[in-house]
Nanobody, 123 residues
C-alpha cells in the first residue's frame, strides 16, 4: 500500500483547505485511514480517522467542529476538509493507513504512511 498526501498550502486564518490522501492497491476499502499532523518542535498528533466503510469517523478534540474526514472508496481517496483554519492548525499533515479490527488514534498502530503535505496558516 502506498499513500500520497496532497492539498496543503499557504492560507489565511479563517480559510478552508481540503487535503487528499490517495492510495494505490486493490485493498483500499479494507483499510482504516487516519490523518496526523506535526508542527515544528511538537510530536506527531492524531487529527481524524475513518473506518474502512466511511461510516464511522472520529476526531481529536482540538479539531472537532472545523474538520471533516471522508472517503471515496471508488477513487481510493480519503479527504480531510478543514474549515476556519487557525494558526495553530499549521503543520505537516500525514495520512496513514492500517488493517485491523478497530479504529486507532495511536500513530504506532499505523503501518503505512504518506509523505506529508505542509499546511501554513497566516494570521
Amino acid at each position: 500500500v502506498q499513500l500520497q498526501a496532497s492539498g496543503g498550502g499557504l492560507v489565511q486564518a479563517g480559510d478552508s483547505l481540503r487535503l487528499s490522501c490517495t492510495a494505490s492497491g486493490r485493498t483500499f476499502d479494507t483499510l482504516r485511514v487516519g490523518w496526523f499532523r506535526q508542527a515544528p518542535g511538537k510530536e506527531r498528533a492524531f487529527v481524524a480517522g475513518v473506518s474502512w466503510s466511511g461510516m464511522k469517523t472520529y476526531y481529536a478534540d482540538s479539531v472537532k467542529g472545523h474538520v471533516t474526514i471522508s472517503r471515496d472508496n471508488t477513487k481510493n481517496v480519503v479527504y480531510l476538509q478543514m474549515n476556519n483554519l487557525r494558526p495553530e492548525d499549521a503543520a505537516v499533515y500525514y495520512c496513514a493507513a492500517r488493517f485491523g479490527w478497530h479504529n486507532s488514534i495511536v500513530s504506532s498502530e499505523y503501518s503505512y504512511w504518506g509523505q506529508g503535505t505542509l499546511v501554513t496558516v497566516s494570521s
